[in-house]
Structures are given as structure tokens and as C-alpha cells.
């Protein structure tokens, strides 16, 4: 339990097929040549006493794309908010830059990781150029509370993001797309090398997806920075992932680049979900498609 | 927004914000002017102003800086104090009821001060009962409320059931004390100005100067920060449960300190931090406008309480609620009319 790595072994996979089930990529030890800037070693993570994971390792390489995929409940968003700092591990630690981040000042930390929580508020009426500005938090004093600095970097991130021209419009007006790249420019105000974000598609039409997901590749293909995404859907993740991180009940099940990683093996034992992995036709990435089982007749015939 | 730079240093403010900060704080030094002029001996504001700068005559300086200065003084800073309190709670609860006398910390610095009362204690272990009453429901509230943090709509509840238990604590408590005590407890109970001296006046003015700047300048981005959600402001690097624990700590000695100065006054922490958001129509905390419309507010609830009905005195507190509530009311009802809450 304790062994470093992935622990894809102990997971209790089907039982039909046990050592096909295992391709030989899950194996390669992760990260071996230097340590990542961000990482979680042996990470026990609960709430109150719900055990959410238990000798959780998970690396995440620096300028990678991260994400983290899994079944609902299997502590996707438990270890973001673990390798954020915002939930304590029981036990392990996360390390930033080498050093256990629980010792780590926290504005120094909100100066090096970045986070897009689910639960935001937007305060009732505030504008678009006031929301991003708060994320220069880490960057004032109290007597130097805006800087020509900050108001570069507010400005630029609006830009990045493509809701400059909203600026002054309040956010409570906006669409879910929009909003949603307004909080990701927040995070970018906030001028951090790492960048977590948590279901930043949730509740987005597919559209709004889409467009979040290519500002996000975007960010991290032209600024170099690292990103780590948790995402409901597998073929996005496939899609736009440099390195996948798979969870199945707190456990570590694969790590690697989607191409390697995304087998209807580990699909089945990850989701318990029966089905192919095609090349995708736009991007040639890993596709899953779910079989068509058991209620076959009726649907094939349609 | 506009931005104010000498060399490294910079703040950032809002021109309409500043503008109903410098609006409503020149109400209540007007108010104040007026007040220091009315009584059994009138005298011209241009007198009272005089006076106030050390340049009257013998007489005016008496009763000006004298007889009337504490009680106005103390008004400007019990409302000053309960606005502040009322914005903090308001926006660490997240809900516009979050006040301390919804809360239940005014009717615990009320139990204080009955107790007090009750083992026939003076003036100054009255108020010294009330802070005492304050401070002890505060931590008490924190604690039943706490499940590994504070979460808003848990201390409101626990506050509210508080507010009920001591509400009716108190009313046993009047009944213990003799007639002429419980007279006195009552005008207390009610909020009152009447006969206020630098004694009450100088804990308040001592408070203030320490948590208005912490409040206010340590404390403020934080605070604003917060307002995005636990998780968004811990990954800008501020520690919830730390911030909200300080805050909330400053907030119950404002009510507490101003309860002892004035008695539970009531309304003006709920009403105050609503009128100055709508007035500067900004989002945020809105806590120097807060104070500064508080202030005004109860240096004019009282002046209208003294002079207004003729020869019966009111006490302060049924202004501020009349007053407070109705201008809260027509904003409620314009507002709505606009297409806003």
C-alpha cells in the first residue's frame, strides 16, 4: 500500500482478465530524472474521518498539461484541493519547489500556484476589471495596494482571456462561458507558473467547454505555464492532456501521456465501463467510445 | 476605481465611495454643530464652532465642550463603531441579517449589564458587565457554531437561537430587580445618549483607533478576498478560518464596547452597512462608508430623539429604528422598481 508509484495492482479490477489489463507504460517509473515542482507523496486525504485517499503519490510534471480523471468520488477534486493547500492531508505531504507546502508562507505559495475553485462567489455587482484585480491579493501591501505592475497584469490577463472588452460589465450579467473565463483571468492575475483548476467545464454547454479547454491549452502551449485539471470527460481530457492521472477510490490506477495511457483496459477498470479506444478523426488522440452492450438489440437496430 | 501614487507607495479607491464618506461624515458634523447648539441654552452654530476651536467665550465653552461634546462625541463613535461591526458580520455571514443584535451578542452584552444591575452594581460596572456579557456570548456562539470552521449560515443560526435563550434570560433577570433598577435597565435596554460622558466615550474612542486600522487596511484585501468563497481565497494565500476568527473577534468588542457606551441600540448595525452599499452602489465590504453613514446616522437619530417631540425625550435607539428601517424600506422599494435588490 505504502509502495510509491502506481499501485494500479491492489485496485480491485476485474477479475476476468488480471495481467492483460496492465499495459506495460503504467510501469515506467514517473518523473525519474529531477524532481517536479509540484508533487504529492504518500498522501492520506479525509474529511472529518471520511478517508478519501490513503498513500496517494501523484507527480505533476512541470510545463505539462495535467489531468486528473476518475469516477465520480474517487478523489479527483480532494487531491486538487490537497495539492492546493486548501484541504490538510492527514497524513504525507505535498511538496512545491522541493518543500513540504504546509510550511510555506501563504501568500508566497498563492504567489507560485494558482487556483480556480468550483465554489466561487462573485460578489453582487461587481464588475469584470474589479474581480480579475483581486487576484494581485498575493502580490499587494498594505501600503501598496496598485501598482502600475498590477494594473499591467490585470490588463493582460482580461486580454488573454478575451474578456477585455467586458471589463466593466458586471459579472452577474455575464453567460456561464463568460464567467467562467472571467475567474480563469482572476487566476491568471495572480501571475502563477502553476495553475489548478477544478471542473472548470462543469455546467458549460459543450461549446463553452470547448472554448474554456482551448483558452487552457492555449495558456499552457504560449506561456509555458503548468496546469493540472480535474475534467469529467474522458475524451477531452485524451484530447487536450500532456500527462493523464487516473484515480479509482483514492488510488493511483495509471499516470502517463494519453496515448499510452487511455486503453479500453484501464477504461473498464477505471470506469467499469465496457468499451473501444479509436483514434480520434480530428486530433488522432485516444477516443472512447462506450460499447453498445447489453441492451444491443434495441439500440442497434435504430 | 482610481488610483492615488506617491513612489512605491499606492491606494486605490472609488470616487463615489469617497464621495459618501466625505458627504456623510459632513452631515454629521453638521448635525453634530446643531446639536451642540440646541438646549436650554441656545447658541448660534457659529458660536458652538467657535467654541469647539477654543475661541469662545467662558459660558459657551462650558456647555459646548462641557455639559453637551461627550454625548455627541459619544454618538459619532457608537455608530461609527456598531456600522463597522454590522459590515463585518454582514459580510463574514454572508447575509444582510448578519447583525449583532440578530446575532445575539447585543442581547448577551444586555445580559451582562441586567446581571450587573441585578447585584446592584454602578455605572461603570454596568458597562463593564455589558463588554463582559458581549465578549462571553461571542466566544460562546463560536464555539457551538464551530464544525471544523465557522460556516455562515451555521453561526446565524446558532446566533439566532442565542439571541432567543438570553432574550428571555433577560426578561427574568428585569424581574429580579428592584422598580427603580429596572427602570433604568430599561431606558438601557432601549439605547440611550442620555447623559453620556467622557467615561463612556474614551474605551470606544481607544477601540476604535486600534481595530479601524486593522480592520480596515491589515485586514480589508483580505476580507475582500474572502468574499470569493473559502477555497478562491485560500488559494490567493489567505487563511479563512484565521481571517474570519480575528474579524469576527474585532466585531463582538465594537458591539460589545458600543453596547456599554449607549446601551443596545437598536437596528443601526443592520441598517448602516446596507444604506452606505446602496448609497456607494459598490460590492465589497463597503466599511469606511459603513462607519462613516453610522456615525451620521446616530448623531442625527439622537439629535432628532432630543428635539423633535417636544418635550418628551426619546431614547435614541426607537429613532435609529424608525429612522434606520424606514430609509432601508424606501431604498428596498426604489430599488425593486429599478430591477434591483
Same mark, same amino acid.
Not at chain 1, 485516444?286 to 447489453?294: F, G, Q, S
Not at chain 2, 462650558?62 to 461591526?85: E, S, Y
Given at each position: 500500500m +505504502?509502495?510509491p508509484?502506481?499501485?494500479?495492482?491492489n485496485a480491485?479490477?476485474?477479475?476476468?482478465?488480471?495481467s492483460?489489463?496492465?499495459?506495460?507504460?503504467?510501469?515506467?517509473p514517473?518523473?525519474?530524472q529531477?524532481?517536479?515542482?509540484?508533487?504529492?507523496?504518500?498522501?492520506?486525504?479525509?474529511?472529518d474521518?471520511?478517508?478519501?485517499?490513503e498513500g496517494?503519490?501523484?507527480?505533476?510534471p512541470?510545463?505539462?498539461?495535467?489531468?486528473?480523471?476518475?469516477p465520480?468520488?474517487?478523489?479527483?477534486?480532494t487531491?486538487?484541493?490537497a495539492?492546493?493547500?486548501?484541504?490538510?492531508?492527514?497524513?504525507?505531504?505535498?511538496?512545491l519547489?522541493?518543500r513540504?507546502?504546509a510550511?510555506?508562507?501563504a501568500?508566497?505559495?498563492?504567489?507560485?500556484?494558482?487556483l480556480l475553485?468550483q465554489?466561487?462567489?462573485a460578489?453582487?455587482?461587481?464588475?469584470?476589471?474589479?474581480?480579475v484585480?483581486?487576484?494581485?491579493y498575493?502580490?499587494?501591501?498594505?501600503?501598496?495596494?496598485?501598482?502600475?505592475e498590477?494594473?499591467?497584469?490585470?490588463?493582460?490577463a482580461?486580454?488573454?482571456t478575451?474578456?477585455?472588452?467586458?471589463?466593466d460589465?458586471?459579472?452577474?450579467?455575464?453567460?456561464?462561458?463568460?464567467? $467562467?473565463?472571467v475567474?480563469?483571468a482572476?487566476?491568471?492575475a495572480?501571475?502563477?507558473?502553476?495553475?489548478l483548476?477544478?471542473?472548470?467545464?462543469?455546467? =458549460?454547454d459543450?461549446?463553452?467547454?470547448?472554448?474554456?479547454?482551448?483558452?487552457?491549452a492555449r495558456?499552457h502551449?504560449e506561456?509555458?505555464?503548468?496546469?493540472?485539471?480535474?475534467?469529467?470527460?474522458?475524451n $477531452?481530457?485524451?484530447r487536450y492532456?500532456?500527462?493523464?492521472?487516473?484515480l479509482?477510490d483514492?488510488?493511483?490506477v495509471?499516470?502517463?501521456?494519453?496515448?499510452?495511457?487511455?486503453?479500453?483496459?484501464?477504461v473498464?477498470?477505471?470506469?467499469?465501463?465496457?468499451?473501444?479506444v479509436?483514434?480520434d478523426p480530428?486530433?488522432g488522440?485516444?477516443?472512447?467510445?462506450?460499447?453498445?452492450?447489453r441492451?444491443a438489440?434495441?439500440?442497434?437496430?435504430? | 476605481?482610481?488610483? =492615488?501614487?506617491?513612489?512605491?507607495?499606492?491606494?486605490?479607491?472609488r470616487?463615489?465611495?469617497?464621495?459618501?464618506?466625505?458627504?456623510?461624515l459632513?452631515?454629521?458634523a453638521?448635525?453634530?454643530?446643531?446639536?451642540?447648539?440646541?438646549?436650554?441654552?441656545?447658541?448660534?452654530?457659529?458660536?458652538?464652532?467657535?467654541?469647539?476651536?477654543? +475661541?469662545?467665550?467662558?459660558a459657551?465653552?462650558?456647555?459646548?465642550?462641557?455639559?453637551?461634546?461627550?454625548?455627541?462625541?459619544?454618538?459619532?463613535?457608537?455608530?461609527?463603531?456598531?456600522?463597522?461591526?454590522?459590515a463585518?458580520? $454582514?459580510?463574514?455571514?454572508? +447575509?444582510?441579517?448578519g447583525s449583532?443584535?440578530?446575532?445575539?451578542?447585543?442581547?448577551?452584552?444586555?445580559t451582562g449589564?441586567?446581571?450587573?444591575?441585578?447585584?446592584?452594581g454602578?455605572s461603570?460596572a454596568?458597562a463593564?458587565?455589558?463588554?463582559?456579557?458581549g465578549?462571553v456570548?461571542?466566544?460562546?456562539?463560536?464555539?457551538?457554531?464551530?464544525?471544523?470552521?465557522?460556516?455562515?449560515?451555521?453561526l446565524?443560526?446558532?446566533?439566532?437561537?442565542?439571541?432567543?435563550?438570553?432574550?428571555?434570560?433577560?426578561?427574568?433577570?428585569?424581574?429580579?430587580?428592584?422598580?427603580?433598577?429596572?427602570?433604568r435597565?430599561?431606558?438601557?435596554?432601549?439605547?440611550?445618549?442620555d447623559?453620556?460622558?467622557?467615561?463612556?466615550?474614551?474605551p470606544?474612542a481607544?477601540a476604535?483607533?486600534?481595530?479601524?486600522?486593522?480592520?480596515l487596511?491589515?485586514?480589508?484585501?483580505?476580507?475582500?478576498?474572502?468574499?470569493?468563497g473559502?477555497?478562491?481565497?485560500?488559494?490567493?494565500?489567505?487563511h479563512p478560518?484565521?481571517?474570519?476568527?480575528?474579524?469576527?473577534?474585532?466585531?463582538?468588542?465594537?458591539a460589545s464596547?458600543?453596547?456599554?457606551?449607549?446601551?443596545?441600540? +437598536?437596528?443601526?448595525?443592520?441598517?448602516?452597512p446596507?444604506?452606505a452599499?446602496?448609497?456607494?452602489?459598490?460590492p465589497?465590504?463597503?466599511?469606511?462608508a459603513?462607519?462613516?453613514?453610522?456615525?451620521?446616522?446616530?448623531?442625527?437619530?439622537?439629535?432628532?430623539?432630543q428635539?423633535?417631540f417636544?418635550?418628551?425625550?426619546?431614547?435614541?435607539?426607537?429613532?435609529?429604528?424608525?429612522?434606520?428601517?424606514?430609509?432601508?424600506l424606501?431604498?428596498?422599494?426604489?430599488?425593486?422598481?429599478?430591477?434591483?435588490?
Amino acid at each position: 500500500m +505504502n509502495a510509491p508509484g502506481p499501485s494500479g495492482k491492489n485496485a480491485p479490477g476485474p477479475s476476468e482478465n488480471p495481467s492483460t489489463s496492465v499495459p506495460p507504460s503504467r510501469t515506467e517509473p514517473p518523473m525519474a530524472q529531477t524532481e517536479p515542482r509540484l508533487a504529492g507523496r504518500d498522501l492520506t486525504l479525509a474529511y472529518d474521518r471520511r478517508t478519501i485517499a490513503e498513500g496517494l503519490t501523484v507527480d505533476v510534471p512541470d510545463r505539462s498539461f495535467t489531468v486528473v480523471v476518475g469516477p465520480n468520488a474517487c478523489g479527483k477534486s480532494t487531491l486538487l484541493r490537497a495539492l492546493s493547500r486548501t484541504l490538510k492531508p492527514v497524513a504525507g505531504q505535498v511538496l512545491l519547489d522541493g518543500r513540504s507546502i504546509a510550511t510555506l508562507p501563504a501568500k508566497q505559495v498563492a504567489r507560485t500556484l494558482g487556483l480556480l475553485p468550483q465554489s466561487s462567489i462573485a460578489p453582487d455587482g461587481i464588475t469584470v476589471a474589479e474581480l480579475v484585480s483581486r487576484g494581485r491579493y498575493p502580490h499587494q501591501g498594505v501600503l501598496r495596494q496598485w501598482s502600475t505592475e498590477d494594473e499591467r497584469v490585470v490588463a493582460e490577463a482580461m486580454a488573454d482571456t478575451g474578456v477585455a472588452e467586458l471589463a466593466d460589465r458586471p459579472v452577474d450579467e455575464l453567460s456561464g462561458g463568460q464567467r $467562467q473565463r472571467v475567474w480563469i483571468a482572476m487566476a491568471l492575475a495572480q501571475q502563477t507558473p502553476l495553475l489548478l483548476l477544478d471542473e472548470p467545464t462543469t455546467y =458549460l454547454d459543450i461549446a463553452h467547454q470547448v472554448e474554456v479547454l482551448d483558452l487552457c491549452a492555449r495558456l499552457h502551449r504560449e506561456q509555458g505555464r503548468t496546469l493540472v485539471a480535474v475534467l469529467h470527460d474522458l475524451n $477531452q481530457a485524451a484530447r487536450y492532456a500532456t500527462h493523464l492521472v487516473a484515480l479509482r477510490d483514492g488510488k493511483l490506477v495509471a499516470a502517463g501521456p494519453p496515448g499510452e495511457v487511455v486503453t479500453a483496459e484501464l477504461v473498464e477498470e477505471v470506469f467499469r465501463l465496457p468499451c473501444r479506444v479509436i483514434p480520434d478523426p480530428e486530433t488522432g488522440t485516444p477516443l472512447v467510445v462506450p460499447a453498445a452492450n447489453r441492451r444491443a438489440p434495441a439500440s442497434a437496430g435504430a | 476605481m482610481k488610483t =492615488l501614487r506617491v513612489a512605491r507607495f499606492s491606494v486605490r479607491y472609488r470616487p463615489r465611495a469617497l464621495a459618501v464618506c466625505t458627504g456623510t461624515l459632513a452631515v454629521a458634523a453638521a448635525v453634530a454643530v446643531l446639536a451642540l447648539g440646541r438646549g436650554d441654552y441656545p447658541i448660534a452654530p457659529g458660536e458652538v464652532v467657535r467654541a469647539l476651536l477654543g +475661541n469662545g467665550g467662558a459660558a459657551e465653552d462650558f456647555v459646548v465642550n462641557q455639559l453637551r461634546l461627550p454625548r455627541v462625541v459619544t454618538a459619532l463613535l457608537v455608530g461609527a463603531a456598531l456600522a463597522l461591526a454590522g459590515a463585518l458580520f $454582514q459580510t463574514l455571514v454572508r +447575509n444582510p441579517l448578519g447583525s449583532p443584535d440578530v446575532l445575539g451578542f447585543t442581547q448577551g452584552a444586555a445580559t451582562g449589564a441586567l446581571l450587573v444591575v441585578v447585584a446592584g452594581g454602578s455605572s461603570a460596572a454596568l458597562a463593564g458587565g455589558a463588554v463582559a456579557g458581549g465578549l462571553v456570548t461571542g466566544a460562546l456562539i463560536h464555539a457551538l457554531a464551530w464544525r471544523g470552521g465557522v460556516q455562515g449560515a451555521r453561526l446565524v443560526l446558532v446566533g439566532i437561537g442565542t439571541a432567543a435563550i438570553l432574550t428571555g434570560v433577560n426578561g427574568y433577570l428585569l424581574t429580579r430587580t428592584q422598580l427603580m433598577d429596572a427602570a433604568r435597565a430599561v431606558l438601557w435596554l432601549t439605547g440611550s445618549l442620555d447623559g453620556r460622558g467622557w467615561e463612556q466615550a474614551r474605551p470606544l474612542a481607544l477601540a476604535l483607533a486600534v481595530l479601524v486600522p486593522l480592520v480596515l487596511l491589515a485586514c480589508g484585501p483580505a476580507l475582500r478576498a474572502l468574499e470569493l468563497g473559502d477555497d478562491a481565497a485560500s488559494g490567493l494565500g489567505v487563511h479563512p478560518e484565521r481571517l474570519r476568527t480575528v474579524l469576527l473577534g474585532a466585531a463582538v468588542l465594537l458591539a460589545s464596547l458600543a453596547a456599554a457606551a449607549a446601551g443596545p441600540v +437598536n437596528f443601526l448595525a443592520l441598517t448602516a452597512p446596507q444604506l452606505a452599499r446602496r448609497i456607494t452602489r459598490s460590492p465589497g465590504p463597503n466599511l469606511a462608508a459603513s462607519m462613516c453613514t453610522g456615525a451620521a446616522l446616530l448623531v442625527t437619530a439622537d439629535f432628532a430623539a432630543q428635539h423633535l417631540f417636544g418635550e418628551r425625550q426619546l431614547p435614541v435607539g426607537v429613532v435609529t429604528g424608525v429612522l434606520g428601517g424606514g430609509y432601508l424600506l424606501w431604498l428596498l422599494a426604489t430599488q425593486r422598481r429599478a430591477g434591483r435588490l
